[in-house]
């Protein structure tokens, strides 16, 4: 199975902050990866697909990049609602594994 | 309004068998690809398996853990996505996610609420 690591486990920043989220895979995935949010007792919802694809409706401070193995999630200002945990995944190869995902609190 | 709703969690022993449900809604049903996803208590997500659309051949595939033990069927009448769960273990516990594919990259684009499992003697 393609293992996924995502760094760090927990992150504290602050309202307006630049933040950055990576996302590691124990071998190529090529360009297909996904990134979700998640807040407590709640869904997942799709943020980033296909690497670096804005989902519909998410806002435009949300940005993702890279390939292969390394990727990044960035928030590029942090505003209130966007503290929660985000979540990667794989679908190159099955099964389609997630990282163990990031906690991003308020400082 | 796209809407995916859960039912059938609840509390079963190990050994036993529970059935979840996914009612879809809000969108052509028919040729989308659908996904199980669970999140034990505390912990991260877990890719259960998915089905593609009939026209796609109504194929499964699944995570070793559920493999033999869970079967995904849908039924494009009723716009519903199933889920058997045999032989189940405590280590099933968790609150299990149906979830929409997108084309693009497979990705979960549309999620349910969630509906609990809980395996307990």
């Known amino acids: 199975d393609v293992q996924m690591t995502q760094s760090p486990s927990s992150l504290s920043a602050s309202v307006g902050d630049r933040v950055t989220l990576s996302c590691r895979a124990s071998?190529?995935?090529?360009?297909?990866l996904n990134w979700y949010q998640q807040k407590p007792g709640k869904a997942p919802k799709l943020l980033i697909y296909a690497a670096s694809g804005l989902q519909g409706g998410v806002p435009s401070r949300f940005s993702g990049s890279g390939s292969g193995t390394d990727f990044t999630l960035t928030i590029s200002t942090l505003q209130p609602e966007d503290f929660a945990t985000y979540h990667c995944?794989?679908?190159?190869?099955?099964?389609?594994?997630f990282g163990q995902g990031t906690k991003l609190e308020i400082k | 309004e796209v809407q995916l709703v859960e039912s059938g969690g609840g509390l079963v022993k190990p050994g036993g068998s529970l059935r979840l449900s996914c009612v879809v809604s809000?969108?052509?049903?028919?040729?989308?690809?659908m996904s199980w996803v669970r999140q034990a208590p505390g912990k991260g997500l877990e890719w259960v398996g998915r089905i593609k659309s009939v026209a796609a051949g109504a194929t499964t595939d699944y995570a070793a853990p559920v493999k033999g033990r869970f079967t995904i069927s849908r039924d494009d009448s009723k716009d519903t996505l199933y889920l058997q769960m045999n032989s189940l273990s405590t280590e099933d516990t968790a609150v299990y996610y149906c979830?929409?594919?997108?084309?693009?990259?497979?990705?979960?684009?549309?999620w349910g609420q969630g509906t609990l499992v809980t395996v307990s003697s």
């Open positions: 979830t929409t594919i997108k084309n693009v990259a497979s990705a979960g684009d549309y």
């Open positions: 809000g969108l052509t049903f028919t040729p989308v690809w």
């Open positions: 995944q794989q679908t190159d190869t099955f099964p389609h594994t």
């Open positions: 071998q190529s995935i090529k360009k297909n």
